[in-house]
């Protein structure tokens, strides 16, 4: 069965979420862990955490992807920003046990003209400040489009960021559809030469979800603008195949499309349809 889901409001809890989900066609979502540009969180709720957990449970939920803020920079030039980055992904984490054994994804970051060395070398340190041997969530680097100094749109920068996290357990990646097709990665018409080469430099077993999105931009362009399943510059056929793939099928597949939650239950049975 394919595992999929869109991205959710968080606004009304965690088993609103889940009730939606399920509305909606889809056995997982993904969620902001608070406003995703930055800010306090809502206080967790102990009994709605749980409730969600026992809904999943009972309906084979694949696992849910907790989405770190937009803001949050690990690899900024101000110390100032490294440092909310770093309070907010603790902070993230410690939450995250309330739903444990979840994923929880994170923007590697901008370097901010400080060059990828050092921007790669502040997202080591802060995700081996923030890691713990005992938490239960893995946390997932995304691959990015490359937009401006956006560290994490080729595959060797996000094998760098491992390499150096010692808790390397707790670390995979998620991949975004319209992200590596504007990294210059030509899933379209090589999908099987782009999975091999993730495997080489970083390794299929750090491959945890994706971001299935299309995109309104040509391969390499580096923009990051997300397209309607089918509408965009990927293409119905490239989607068929990708969540077909034998080593993407088994994963949790999320949606990030621009949608209501009317286009988001169509895309859903859209891909459902042409799941083998
Ligand atoms: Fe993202
Ligand atoms: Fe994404
Ligand atoms: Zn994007």
């Known amino acids: 069965m394919l595992n999929i889901g869109c991205h959710l409001s968080s606004s009304k809890g965690f088993l609103d979420m889940g009730k939606t989900a399920l509305k909606i066609g889809a056995n997982t979502f993904q969620f902001f862990t608070r406003n995703p540009r930055g800010g306090a969180a809502k206080a967790i709720d102990p009994a709605d955490a749980k409730a969600l957990m026992e809904l999943m449970e009972a309906n084979d939920f694949a696992k849910i992807l907790a989405h770190a803020p937009y803001t949050l920079n690990p690899c900024s030039a101000k110390p100032e920003l490294r440092e909310f980055a770093l309070m907010t992904m603790k902070d993230d984490l410690s939450r995250m046990e309330y739903t444990p054994h979840q994923l929880y994804n994170f923007h590697p970051g901008s370097h ?93 077993k750090y491959l945890k979800a994706i971001h299935i999105n299309d995109s309104l931009n040509d391969m390499g362009s580096h923009k990051d603008r997300h397209a309607c399943i089918g509408a965009g510059k990927i293409g119905l056929e490239a989607m068929k195949r990708i969540i077909n793939h034998k080593d993407l099928k088994a994963l949790p597949f999320y949606l990030e499309t621009p949608n209501e939650l009317d286009g988001y239950q169509k895309e859903i049975e859209l891909l459902r349809s042409f799941a083998k």
């Not at 060395?117 to 893995?138: A, H, K, M, W, Y």
């Not at 975004?176 to 999975?195: A, E, K, P, R, W």
Request: with cysteine; aromatic share 4%.
């Open 112 to 204: 901010t003209g400080q060059g990828l060395e050092i921007g790669i070398s502040q997202i080591v340190e802060l995700l081996n400040e923030v890691l713990r041997p005992e938490q239960t969530t893995t946390v997932l680097l995304e691959t990015m489009a490359g937009k401006g100094s956006e560290v994490g749109s080729k595959f060797e920068e996000l094998k760098a960021i491992i390499d150096g996290v010692k808790l390397k357990d707790k670390m995979g990646v998620c991949l975004d559809t319209c992200h590596v097709f504007d990294g210059g990665y030509d899933i379209v018409n090589d999908l099987d030469g782009v999975l091999v080469e993730f495997d080489k430099v970083v390794g299929l």
